[in-house]
């Protein structure tokens, strides 16, 4: 059994949490590999060391002196360094860092600098090896992840290690230069070692005991999760739930390990576990599992007569939405009706060349724009075989007095996407959610 776990930064942003994280790492000897993040916040107002390196950057580019956020991060390092007790010292690191950084160090290897010097401090205190990403996890020419190339070297790497720290966040590029993934990547660099040591499971330690039914701004003290499936994961993230950074997801789906979200400062809570298939998560003990949306969508509604017997009327509509940059959320569709549910602000800078096309283009009968639009989806592999799912998410709005402008239920049968008005939002969340959890 091999485990790769992955800690945020707010559960390494001093010792107290790397005590924490050590306790975890050493309950368990199939715990070999662990990925980790940058020191994050300690309290609200706290400055995470990325933004302060990223700052470091800003103003050594405007020629400005960098001691000040710099001191920061040193001091820092040498607090949780001093607070573990260890016998390290990352002084001659801290100087060649801030040599490199005034002699104008490009942006990625400035950014990454957190992950490196918090993962030889976390390899020091568990007595486990430090592998550089930058040796280990490269990236094509183009700057995408080279996964084919990373998982032959990774994978030597870590079976030479036995048990290691890698830095979350970046790797090189062919001509050796780091690169870091977009914000949050720590998540991918976890799912990617996951990968190359065919674990049996990636854990992401965060702060949060995994992930909930709804957004706990809009409910009231939401349910956990306990599975998921990848593909309702997709559904509910692509609608705004996050819990991780979305490209995290491949490297491990394609490899069917499980991901499993666990607290730092709950480690008894079991989280939730995300599994690739039906069959490895356990018998979904409610109808839905869970439920996110978004406001800020646009509906554009054509009406022509004898629509459905044009060929090709579709592909004219789209085509005027692609030559104008615009991709589409949502496709409903009537007889001589079409609606095409687009985000607002990409339709914004394009709405007159838009309705000029497609006026020019298909000569509609009707067309009209309705703004302020919000879309819930409502996912659950328990539907498929549920009589009245859908009877209940419109009973429950009906109720609420909340008016539905549009309803898609997936192609994939794991979820209904309603569209109502934004200002409906959080009491139609609120009364689907009461629905199913009562
Ligand atoms: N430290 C980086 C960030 O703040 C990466 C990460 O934490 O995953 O975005």
């Known amino acids: 059994m091999v485990k790769v776990l992955k800690f945020g930064g707010s559960s390494l942003a001093d010792a107290e949490h790397f005590?924490?994280?050590?306790?975890?790492?050493?309950?368990?000897?199939?715990?070999?590999?662990?990925?980790?993040?940058?020191?994050?916040?300690?309290?609200?107002?706290?400055?995470?060391?990325?933004?302060?390196?990223?700052?470091?950057?800003?103003?050594?580019?405007?020629?400005?002196?960098?001691?000040?956020?710099?001191?920061?991060?040193?001091?820092?390092?040498?607090?949780?360094?001093?607070?573990?007790?260890?016998?390290?010292?990352?002084?001659?690191?801290?100087?060649?860092?801030?040599?490199?950084?005034?002699?104008?160090?490009?942006?990625?290897?400035?950014?990454?600098?957190?992950?490196?010097?918090?993962?030889?401090?976390?390899?020091?205190?568990?007595?486990?090896?430090?592998?550089?990403?930058?040796?280990?996890?490269?990236?094509?020419?183009?700057?995408?992840?080279?996964?084919?190339?990373?998982?032959?070297?990774?994978?030597?790497?870590?079976?030479?290690?036995?048990?290691?720290?890698?830095?979350?966040?970046?790797?090189?590029?062919?001509?050796?230069?780091?690169?870091?993934?977009?914000?949050g990547g720590s998540d991918i660099t976890g799912s990617i070692v996951a990968r190359a040591a065919k674990a049996d499971l990636y854990e992401n330690w965060t702060d949060v005991s995994g992930m909930l039914m709804a957004d706990p701004r809009v409910v009231k003290n939401p349910e956990p999760i306990p599975y998921i499936t990848y593909r309702e994961l997709r559904e509910l993230s692509y609608m705004g739930a996050s819990v991780m950074h979305e490209e995290a997801i491949f490297p491990v789906r394609e490899a069917g390990i499980p991901i499993n979200i666990r607290n730092t400062n709950c480690p008894d809570a079991p989280g939730t576990m995300i599994v690739a298939s039906n069959d490895q998560a356990a018998a979904p003990t409610r109808v839905i599992t869970g439920i996110a949306g978004k406001t800020g969508f646009s509906a554009i509604y054509v009406e022509k007569a004898l629509m459905n017997g044009q060929l090709g009327f579709g592909r004219r509509v789209l085509q005027v939405l692609e030559d104008n940059g615009i991709s589409f959320e949502h496709l409903p569709s009537g007889i001589d009706t079409m609606t095409v549910v687009v985000e607002t602000s990409a339709l914004e800078p394009h709405r007159e060349a838009v309705v000029s096309s497609l006026n020019k283009k298909i000569s509609p009968d009707h067309l009209h724009i309705h703004d302020d639009l919000a879309l819930i989806a409502v996912v659950g592999r328990g539907m498929v075989s549920a009589e009245g799912t859908a009877f209940r998410v419109f009973k429950a709005l009906a109720e609420a007095k909340v008016n539905v402008r549009m309803i898609d239920q997936g192609s994939s049968e794991l979820n209904i996407i309603v569209g109502i008005n934004a200002a409906d939002y959080a009491t139609a969340l609120d009364a689907i959610y009461r629905e199913f959890v009562k």
């Open 19 to 183: 005590r924490k994280a050590a306790a975890i790492i050493k309950s368990d000897p199939a715990n070999r590999f662990v990925v980790a993040s940058a020191p994050g916040k300690r309290f609200p107002e706290d400055i995470k060391v990325t933004d302060l390196l990223l700052e470091c950057y800003r103003l050594a580019r405007a020629k400005q002196p960098i001691d000040e956020p710099f001191g920061q991060i040193e001091d820092r390092f040498r607090q949780i360094i001093a607070d573990l007790g260890l016998n390290l010292s990352l002084e001659s690191e801290f100087a060649t860092i801030r040599l490199v950084i005034k002699n104008r160090a490009g942006r990625d290897y400035v950014a990454s600098r957190g992950e490196y010097l918090n993962s030889m401090i976390l390899a020091e205190y568990l007595g486990y090896a430090f592998l550089d990403a930058e040796d280990s996890i490269f990236f094509t020419e183009e700057g995408t992840l080279d996964l084919a190339r990373t998982d032959e070297s990774l994978e030597v790497l870590l079976e030479e290690a036995g048990s290691a720290v890698i830095p979350g966040f970046y790797g090189s590029m062919p001509n050796g230069t780091v690169r870091t993934f977009s914000r």
